[in-house]
């Protein structure tokens, strides 16, 4: 029954990008994808897969927490909850209902750096989705009862996601911690107190700031044909006139110069620990070289930390690793929950020497074989389903620059050698780099007292 | 650091295995061909080709899960399944893992209330090597005394690491509480005590007693040539002995009488997370289909009568839904909701007025019109990968559920009318009856939720077990 659906998007827009592999599929598979730029800006990317009446359609917007500033933290995150609420044409409550009714669903989320918006129906609700997105882009209202109401309801997601959750409550500690100055040090759900007090000229600026078509991508994967999406799109999109894209953020986090620690208190039956290293932005070359690190580490029961703290020490209940999709360089977060009566530290030990190790010593000829085989294989999990496929293609185009470096990450990887395992960990895994949050059970604190 | 708008999707879609519905328009979905032959040890087997993507999906359901546990030792058919990768005549854990991991495969093993299952994926050109490994874990594990001395104690911590969540264990004090000692009551993957029961002997002993060909279906979809494959099963697992195993039945249980209430206290929860409603319906009910469809509009989507009131018009929560757990007997049937602290009661008494407004207006043409429509629109992308298919397959030959289920969905729907609509209401949404599982803050919520049942437990969610609490559970 652990089944909140941000998560599993979470990890889907992780693997998009994480688990790709050789180009078998390029050459193998058919798999065009035709591409327009509308006059206004915005990149329209198609492929047609009729093996279902149906068809995904996914617009990511080049704007998320990163552009947010202290007092209006989450604002990104709410106004995407508001494009639900109402336009000139579907009025409050009339997107969903008109969209279920003719077959359709729908989804949105919103990260520290994008927010995308995802529609999934039947062919012959075509038309209509064209008609419902082009009036929420171009004539959005704010009705005030609405707004008060939506509050609430993100409230209440931050206590779902954050405040009953140690994993989000440790996990936005870190963050907050990590970066001193650098915008990616608030959550994307907004402090609460921030969540409290926006006001309808923060929604309205955030709208005009970053809701420009010049600032959109969209992606259409399924039962279509490229003729007819673009000439949906000349008559529905097109004519909406674009206007500046958000101001670049400049600010560039500072080297970290030395360990950071922090722990959180709470009544819990187990602690947590994370340590968060400052890494590249989803678009360096390293970016690779990192994955399969994180593979021959993390990936599967047989890689090196789970094997050494969950298998033979009986540290850990688990042990994993995420990177964050980013613009700008982020973190690579490595978390592990502590078995019953263990300390968090040695946990937090058995990690740095399983660092050390990688450091000291390439890894072996099967373990890079191994990696790379393994992202073959979620490469075609993720391409199989046209959702899936429209994730990934509007992925490689936000985050790469091209969707066309999807053809190329096969290569990119094979590329990876074990002397780049080793010098992207050297690079990035050291003392000073590495901010540790550790959550410690309060009761069990109290009890040793 | 995602974060999305909506928590109903997945959950409506996940939770109507076995209850499937065909395509809007005018193209009708049918499963895709597939073939259905017994090998001479019993062993049924379906195969599905599906050409595409160059991947296999294996999947075998064991007709035995967690309600055959015997009482005490919950958990047991769990850990079984656990174990099966964990050491073969001829592999350790460590190799197994290596080996699978090193042509990308996955393997998964798990037990549900009704059966157990054993998936399996890997490319097509791994085929050989995949199969045998899959076979080794079903056919040959060894049950390392050490594996399942680890297994039992990752388990156990599992469970606390669960109630760390709320949304995790919800369901879990919620079925027992409906359930009580009845094998549908029991935590699948076992508690805090239960766990510590569980001896070596009796997992090998379950082992035995169920795993056999005549008490299980292999699914198997994806590229492959199916008279290749049918050839490569026969000689691989004819060799599988057949046994005779015990029927497992599960009696079916009647609604439960009156109202009660259990409140399970986490004091530090500034949210309280609820679950409403009394026993549901079988998987074989012949009203499956009309319960759908009336099910979507009260509470299993985005604009249901449930989210509406309890999200869209006041802002109560983040999402509310209704939910048929459908069993091979009758399973849990749900409301289910979260709000903060202050909002409990009026979350709960709103939740209330929906269902009665459901039983006093019926549904409208136009929200018939547009529940079926929902669903058929919505289906082709729960059955558009093998893995999909094939789980779908072998789950319904397991209920006796035919293709039809899936071909014949878009009539079965359409002949749903608002008279039938208003009979279903009446028969399967219970109102004047209702099981009541809260887990919050007592302090801040108690005296105000005394007045939804006669009956009122409590207990802390720190003690071990779920419930009915566990013999020696008191800390």
Redesign the interface.
């Known amino acids: 029954?652990?089944?909140?659906?941000?998560r599993?998007?979470?990890l889907l827009?992780l693997c998009a990008l994480g688990f790709v592999s050789l180009p078998?599929w390029a050459q193998?598979?058919q798999f065009p994808v035709s591409t327009r730029t509308l006059k206004n800006g915005m990149k329209v990317l198609v492929q047609p897969d009729h093996?279902?009446?149906?068809v995904a359609l996914y617009i990511f917007y080049r704007i998320g927490?990163r552009n947010e500033h202290p007092g209006t933290t989450g604002l990104s995150?709410f106004f995407?909850?508001m494009m639900?609420n109402g336009a000139k044409k579907y009025g409050p409550?009339d997107l969903?209902?008109v969209m279920?009714?003719?077959?359709?669903?729908?989804?949105?989320?919103?990260?520290?750096n994008v927010t995308v918006y995802q529609d999934?129906?039947?062919?012959?609700?075509l038309p209509l989705i064209y008609d419902i997105e082009a009036d929420r882009i171009r004539d959005l209202t704010f009705d005030p009862k609405k707004i008060?109401?939506?509050?609430?309801?993100?409230?209440?997601?931050r206590?779902?996601?954050v405040?009953?959750?140690?994993f989000g409550l440790l996990?936005e500690q870190l963050?907050a911690s990590a970066f001193l100055a650098h915008t990616y040090q608030w959550?994307?759900?907004g402090w609460m107190s921030d969540i409290e007090h926006w006001t309808m000229d923060d929604l309205k600026h955030h709208f005009e700031m970053g809701y420009s078509p010049s600032n959109a991508t969209m992606v259409v994967v399924g039962d279509i044909s490229p003729e007819e999406i673009f000439q949906l799109c000349e008559k529905y999109i097109e004519p909406i006139p674009s206007h500046a894209p958000p101001p670049p953020v400049t600010t560039i986090e500072p080297e970290q110069l030395g360990e950071r620690r922090l722990v959180v208190h709470?009544?819990?039956?187990?602690p947590i620990v994370m340590i968060g290293y400052h890494v590249a932005q989803t678009n360096d070359p390293d970016f690779y070289a990192l994955n399969i690190l994180r593979s021959v580490l993390f990936?599967?029961?047989?890689?090196r930390m789970y094997?050494r703290l969950?298998?033979k020490d009986?540290l850990a209940?688990d042990v994993s690793s995420d990177v964050?999709l980013a613009f700008d360089p982020t973190l690579a977060i490595i978390t592990a929950?502590p078995?019953?009566g263990v300390d968090p530290q040695a946990c937090e030990k058995a990690i740095y020497e399983e660092l050390d190790k990688v450091k000291g010593a390439p890894i072996s000829d099967?373990e890079l074989?191994?990696a790379k085989?393994?992202?073959?294989?979620?490469f075609?999990?993720e391409?199989?389903?046209?959702?899936g496929r429209a994730n990934t293609i509007g992925t490689y185009e936000v985050f790469m620059g091209d969707y066309n470096k999807l053809f190329n990450a096969a290569k990119n990887y094979s590329a990876v050698t074990k002397e780049d395992v080793q010098r992207v960990v050297k690079k990035y895994f050291g003392a000073n780099n590495r901010t540790v949050a550790t959550l410690l059970p309060e009761?069990e604190e109290k009890a040793k007292q | 650091?995602?974060?999305?708008?909506?928590?109903?999707?997945?959950?409506a879609l996940?939770g109507f295995l076995g209850v499937l519905c065909p395509?809007?328009?005018a193209?009708s979905?049918r499963l895709p061909p597939h073939e259905k032959f017994v090998l001479k040890n019993g062993l049924t087997v379906l195969l599905m080709e599906k050409r595409?993507?160059?991947?296999i999906n294996v999947f075998a359901l064991v007709k035995t899960g967690a309600a055959a546990d015997p009482a005490g030792q919950e958990g047991l058919a769990s850990v079984t399944a656990g174990l099966l990768?964990k050491g073969t005549k001829t592999r350790t854990?460590?190799q197994f893992?290596?080996d699978?991991?090193?042509?990308?495969?996955?393997f998964g093993a798990d037990a549900g209330a009704d059966f157990t299952t054993i998936s399996a994926?890997?490319?097509t050109k791994d085929l050989a090597r995949g199969l045998e490994l899959f076979a080794d874990a079903v056919l040959h594990p060894t049950f390392p005394q050490n594996e399942t001395d680890?297994i039992l104690?990752?388990s156990?911590?599992?469970v606390?690491?669960?109630?760390?969540?709320?949304?995790?264990?919800?369901?879990?004090y919620y079925g027992g509480y409906l359930y009580g000692s009845h094998p549908y009551g029991r935590p699948s993957e076992g508690d805090e005590i239960s766990l510590k029961r569980i001896q070596r002997d009796a997992v090998v002993k379950f082992y035995e007693a169920n795993y056999a060909p005549g008490n299980t279906i292999l699914g198997i979809a994806g590229e492959f040539n199916a008279a290749e494959m049918r050839k490569k099963l026969e000689e691989t697992l004819d060799a599988w002995p057949a046994r005779t195993v015990a029927n497992t039945s599960i009696s079916a249980v009647p609604p439960a009488k009156g109202k009660r209430l259990l409140l399970i206290d986490k004091?530090?929860?500034?949210?309280t997370y609820f679950a409403i409603g009394n026993v549901g319906t079988a998987v074989n009910d012949p009203d499956r289909v009309a319960i759908r469809v009336v099910n979507t509009i009260f509470g299993g989507?985005?604009?249901s009568d449930l989210n509406?009131a309890l999200?869209?018009?006041?802002?109560?929560?983040?999402g509310a839904r209704s939910f048929f757990d459908s069993r091979k007997t009758p399973g849990p049937f749900e409301i289910a909701s979260?709000?903060?602290n202050e909002t409990t009661t009026p979350a709960i008494d709103l939740a209330l007025q929906v269902l009665e407004k459901l039983h006093k207006n019926g549904v409208t043409e136009e929200q018939l019109?547009?529940a079926k429509?929902?669903i058929?629109?919505?289906f082709?992308?729960t059955?558009?990968?093998s893995g999909q298919l094939v789980r779908r397959i072998v789950v319904n030959e397991y209920y006796g559920l035919g293709d039809d289920e899936v071909n014949q969905l878009e009539t079965r729907i359409d002949a749903v009318t608002p008279a039938i609509a208003k009979q279903i209401i009446e028969k399967h949404f219970p109102m004047d009856n209702l099981v009541y599982v809260l887990i919050g803050n007592a302090s801040a919520i108690g005296p105000a939720i005394k007045k939804y049942a006669d009956k009122i437990d409590q207990r802390p969610i720190?003690d071990p077990g779920f419930w009915p609490p566990p013999a020696g559970a008191q800390k």
């Open positions: 029954m652990k089944t909140v659906s941000y599993s998007t979470a827009l078998v193998s598979q093996s279902i009446p149906n927490s995150h995407e909850h639900f409550g969903d209902k279920e009714a003719n077959g359709g669903s729908n989804n949105a989320y919103t990260s520290q999934w129906f039947p062919r012959s609700a008060a109401s939506e509050r609430e309801v993100v409230a209440s997601e206590r779902l996601s405040d009953n959750n140690n996990g963050w959550p994307v759900v709470k009544p819990a039956e187990l990936q599967g029961e047989s890689s094997q969950v298998d009986q209940l964050e929950q078995r019953q099967q074989e191994k085989n393994g992202r073959l294989v979620e075609y999990r391409m199989r389903t046209i959702s009761n | 650091m995602t974060r999305e708008r909506k928590t109903l999707r997945l959950l996940l395509v809007a328009g193209q979905l595409g993507v160059p991947l990768r854990a460590q893992s290596a699978f991991d090193y042509i990308g495969g996955s994926e890997f490319l680890k104690a990752q156990l911590d599992g606390k690491s669960a109630k760390d969540e709320p949304q995790a264990v919800l369901g879990l004091p530090d929860a500034t949210q989507r985005f604009t509406e999200r869209v018009e006041s802002g109560y929560t983040y979260f709000t903060k019109k547009s429509s929902y058929k629109g919505q082709p992308p059955i558009e990968t720190s």
